[in-house]
């Protein structure tokens, strides 16, 4: 199908990278739904700025780690757009406070692996069923698995499974022509990365790509739109680090 006429679920689309890839995808041609989880305001001016820009898009409430609720956000895409070409599973949390393993509080570990990890498997056996032939999902991992940056071992170890995961996706689709790819950004100036972090933390972060510079949202969005798109199609089962250069 031409892009013109596709459809893309993003989760956790109304902020940050989210954002930039719903906008971005829009704009490719793609009519998008905006999956949230709260902050009904945000995603619901997305979509606005979207349709005034000439694209297609609504705000569908869920969270990932509900299976029901990701149920019910395929279903309000067929709905709405008719069918599902491309899901961006973008939705993650990451505790600000980066605990080490040994003081990490047991609720917290099951709320990154729930959304993390369970909320990335939703989506993919739902996308697995619903999906049109021809589609493309894009799942999102951290550049931090490669760098053993103190506190962030238990989010790290979720994005793991969601790189393993994908991968054997990408295989179990066979025959669908339906690609299945990694995203790996490195630091990048969004809210959920400068919570809890001083200006200096920051400053060094910015300072290990040789790039010398944190990612944008865009950076990100951009290289989703490319996996997704007719050029991109003879990618499948990859990890793309989109990191600058830091590893």
Do not use: C
Request: neutral net charge; charged residues 20%.
């Amino acid at each position: 199908m031409t892009t013109s006429h596709r459809v893309a679920i993003v989760t956790g689309g109304s902020r940050g990278i989210g954002a930039a890839i719903s906008e971005k995808l829009a704009a490719s041609g793609h009519a998008v739904v905006i999956n949230y989880a709260s902050r009904a305001d945000e995603a619901e001016k997305l979509a606005l700025k979207i349709a005034e820009a000439g694209g297609r898009a609504i705000a569908v409430k869920g969270d990932v780690a509900d299976s029901a609720a990701m149920t019910a956000l395929f279903d309000a895409a067929e709905k709405t757009f008719g069918a599902v070409d491309v899901l961006v599973a973008n939705a993650g949390v990451l505790d600000a406070r980066l605990p080490k393993i040994g003081e990490t509080a047991e609720a917290d570990f099951d709320r990154t692996f729930a959304v993390n990890v369970k909320g990335v498997f939703n989506l993919m056996q739902l996308a697995a069923k619903r999906l049109r032939d021809g589609g493309r999902i894009v799942t999102l991992s951290s550049s931090v698995l490669a760098m053993n940056l103190p506190g962030y071992g238990v989010y790290a170890a979720s994005k793991a499974a969601v790189e393993t995961l994908s991968r054997f996706l990408a295989h179990e689709l066979r025959g669908r022509q339906i690609t299945v790819n990694t995203v790996a950004p490195g630091p990048v100036a969004t809210e959920l990365f400068f919570a809890g972090k001083s200006e200096e933390r920051v400053a060094q972060l910015a300072k290990i790509p040789p790039l010398e510079r944190l990612g944008q949202p865009d950076d990100i969005a951009s290289v989703v739109d490319f996996l997704v798109s007719q050029a991109g199609g003879w990618i499948n089962g990859q990890l793309l680090r989109a990191n600058g250069g830091a590893i």
